[in-house]
């Protein structure tokens, strides 16, 4: 980039027992700026007490217009859920 | 019907990689710049009261506030980036005038409760404006539409008690305080944008869900909260038109002189120069910094893989 910054993807822990959450990008020079940076735009009111920076560039994504077929496994699998089952309603199960 | 189609069809968010119409792209890009830029131009009026705050208690809050407003100019680039546009050329086009910003901050601030008299309207019509868009087609937007939001209410409610300490204190206090009503109710009520009738890329942005109520509409909101907002501070609003209308339940208000709005949109404000040049200069003075941390960074050897 001209300004001779990165792009980076931002996720926040927003307190313990809970995952890293994608909250937005920022720019910054390496990834000790980006961390700093992050925490002054993302974390301003206590909003996290652990953020994760990766290079934007590094994200390997599924693509959305095979969303339908790359996902289409899973759908006709409905013996994976527990409603798929009968089981007496007077049981605990 | 394509993916587009069906997602607007649904109500549903249309995401980064998904495809999505030219128009609707470029009208995204524009108005996420326009309102991106906006933030940071409006750190101006105010952020020239920060080192004559009168208390250390008022300083500390104008300068949390102004942060803000810096953060939610990089909320929006960073939203803006997802639709393939980098920041930089954003800038530049702010720099050279070639995308706008809100007009509302071509106003000077010429007294202390300029700043409180800001807080309520300016950032009052602006989460009238703003909290439709936490719903709008474009998932990027929405998000951090969401964000801004929360965050604007501190905005509003800190001007809100500011101008109410200053039209419970000294007759001089509360004359200060009425002045700055009396000068920015009419371009706070502007905000909204040109009346629905001549408001030309109004229907397609509604049809694409980017929009989600007219500018008169929520002119109407805005007018409707801010009166007994306005009864609650002391303070009259510069419109000898106002009245309550009790068959629609709501204020009637005066004309608002559009020309003046258009004046200022092409230009012709009273600030309009100086915010430009005070951006220019703040990005050209903080060049050496950006270009430190870079050289910095590639001697570490800490630039990510990107
Ligand atoms: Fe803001
Ligand atoms: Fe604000």
Not at chain 1, 43 to 55: F, K, N
Request: charged share 25%; net charge negative.
């Amino acid at each position: 980039m001209s300004d001779g910054s990165l792009l980076w993807e931002v996720f926040v822990r927003p307190r313990r027992g809970l995952a890293h959450t994608h909250v937005g990008s920022i720019h910054a020079a390496d990834a000790e700026l980006a961390l700093r940076n992050a925490r002054d735009v993302y974390t301003r009111r206590g909003e996290g007490v652990s953020i994760w920076v990766v290079p934007s560039g590094a994200v390997t994504a599924s693509s959305p217009d095979e969303q339908d077929s790359f996902f289409e496994p899973a759908g006709d699998k409905v013996y994976r859920h527990p409603t798929f089952y009968e089981v007496p309603d007077e049981l605990q199960l | 019907m394509s993916t587009f189609e069906a997602l607007i069809a649904a109500q549903d968010r249309v995401e980064p990689r998904d495809e999505m119409p030219g128009d609707y792209r470029a009208t995204l890009v524009r108005q996420i710049a326009q309102h991106a830029h906006s933030e940071i131009i409006g750190m101006q009026p105010e952020g020239d009261w920060i080192t004559r705050a009168p208390s250390l208690r008022r300083k500390a809050i104008l300068l949390a506030k102004v942060q803000d407003e810096a953060g939610h100019g990089l909320y929006l680039y960073a939203a803006a980036e997802t639709l393939g546009v980098d920041r930089d050329d954003l800038l530049e086009a702010l720099h050279t005038g070639r995308q706008k910003y809100s007009s509302i901050f071509n106003y000077p601030s010429l007294t202390w409760a300029d700043v409180a008299a800001i807080g309520w309207l300016v950032d009052g019509a602006a989460i009238v404006n703003q909290v439709p868009l936490g719903r709008c087609s474009y998932g990027p937007y929405a998000r951090a539409m969401v964000r801004i939001c929360k965050e604007e209410s501190f905005h509003q409610r800190q001007g809100f008690e500011s101008l109410l300490t200053m039209s419970r204190g000294t007759p001089a206090q509360h004359a200060m305080a009425q002045d700055a009503v009396d000068r920015w109710w009419w371009p706070s009520l502007m905000m909204f944008g040109p009346p629905d009738a001549e408001s030309p890329h109004s229907a397609r942005s509604t049809a694409w869900g980017i929009k989600r109520f007219s500018n008169d509409t929520l002119r109407q909101r805005f007018v409707d909260l801010a009166v007994p907002q306005a009864e609650a501070l002391g303070l009259t609003l510069p419109d000898p038109d106002l009245r309550w209308d009790e068959e629609r339940g709501s204020w009637d208000f005066g004309t608002i002189d559009f020309t003046e709005l258009r004046e200022v949109v092409s230009g012709n404000g009273p600030c309009n120069e100086v915010r430009i040049g005070r951006r220019v200069a703040a990005h050209e003075d903080g060049a050496w910094v950006r270009e430190a941390a870079a050289a910095y960074a590639a001697k570490q050897g800490t630039r990510g893989a990107a």
